[in-house]
């Protein structure tokens, strides 16, 4: 059945001066720039409704034709970490031991990373990221998801930002294959693990982290 489009307007919208503009480019900016993917998580325990206000915000990305394909599981419990953990490390030694070709290590040599994953049990939340390839209606029949995979990843870099923007640093891992997360997690088959963000504090406030930098202006952008 053909749905007709419905309107309303864009009320939230607003309007900034320009040189306010100027400004709060800067300070987002400035905030954004001090996010470091970081490693190394204490356990403490993050607030009641933090973690569900940031997955709100990771749900208002935009997404093909608003179909919203996405799930998110939050891990807790220790039991199910441990798990997590056992499966991940499982596939990240052979990775690290075999299957990856010489220039992929290569270019991880900066990052310091190995097999071991102690921050899958170590962090307080685990939040995997799952992606929905069709919808399922109640009936049981599949219907097409456009661009989930963008769509996913638009609403996992809002949800980066809203944990940055809260004082919580993230990690986003992606240990290959991850096709058990779907077991551990008792998710269907029509989800498809996309990442497993590791989420808390930082275990001291002088964690290590590479020194490494980014891109200018000029490197990343071309302006006609
Ligand atoms: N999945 C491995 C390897 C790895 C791959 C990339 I690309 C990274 O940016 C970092 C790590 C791991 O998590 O260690």
Redesign the pocket.
Same mark, same amino acid.
């Given at each position: 059945m053909t749905e007709t489009a419905r309107f309303t307007t864009l009320k939230d919208y607003r309007e900034y001066p320009a040189d306010e503009m100027g400004v709060r480019a800067r300070e987002f900016h400035e905030q954004m720039r001090r996010r470091r993917t970081v490693r190394d998580f204490s356990g403490r325990t993050i607030p009641e409704g933090v973690l569900e206000r940031c997955l709100l915000t990771a749900g208002t990305a935009p997404s093909g034709a608003n179909l919203q394909p996405w799930h998110f599981v939050v891990v807790r419990d220790a039991e199910v970490k441990r798990q997590i953990r056992g499966a991940a490390e499982k596939e990240?030694r052979i990775?690290y031991q075999q299957r990856a070709p010489k220039e992929w290590l290569e270019? &991880?040599a900066p &990052?310091g =990373?190995?097999?071991h994953k102690p921050f899958l049990e170590e962090a307080p939340v685990l939040i995997a990221v799952m992606v929905q390839r069709y919808g399922v209606r109640a009936d049981g029949t599949r219907f097409k998801h456009y661009y989930s995979g963008e769509s996913v990843g638009l609403a996992t870099g809002f949800l980066i930002t809203a944990l940055h923007n809260v004082g919580l640093v993230s990690l986003t891992? =992606?240990?290959?294959p991850m096709r058990f997360l779907n077991r551990i997690l008792d998710r269907p088959n029509s989800e498809r693990p996309y990442l497993l963000m590791v989420v808390g504090y930082p275990k001291r406030p002088d964690v290590p982290v590479p020194d490494i930098g980014k891109k200018t202006l000029e490197q990343i952008a071309t302006f006609i």
């Open positions: 990240e990775f270019a &991880l &990052l =990373t190995d097999w891992h =992606t240990p290959s």
